[in-house]
């Protein structure tokens, strides 16, 4: 059982910039697959980005967002910046906690565990 908590969330105005972390309960195996997903109000919820052995990140936050990760401390950042209003949703921290082929990071159903989300919240 691996239980992730979300913080860093908040208002900001367009242009500005947020870290978002996910601290994760219990050893995390270094193959294991860490994510970021985001839900904006009506819509459902997307990939954003995630890191194992490599990174791979959603197009629409490539160039503005960074994900990276501490094994050391269980941990899983976001770093936002260049923020626009369309980034406006609940950021959702989710982990795979055995290996899978990078070509389905981006797929939801493939995560074990999931994190109850931080709004982050972009203002124009």
């Known amino acids: 059982q691996v239980q992730l908590v979300e913080s860093g969330g908040g208002l900001v105005q367009t242009g500005g910039s947020l870290r978002l972390s996910c601290a994760a309960s219990g050893g995390v195996d270094r193959n294991a697959v860490m994510a970021w997903f985001r839900q904006a109000p009506g819509k459902e919820r997307e990939f954003v980005a995630a890191?194992?052995?490599?990174?791979k990140l959603a197009d629409s936050v490539r160039g503005r967002f960074t994900i990276s990760r501490d094994n050391a401390k269980n941990a899983l950042y976001l770093q936002m910046n260049s923020l626009k209003p369309e980034d406006t949703a609940v950021y959702y921290c989710a982990i795979r906690t055995t290996r899978i082929i990078e070509g389905v990071w981006s797929e939801q159903s493939v995560y074990d565990y999931w994190g109850q989300g931080t709004q982050v919240t972009v203002s124009s």
């Open positions: 890191q194992s052995w490599s990174t």
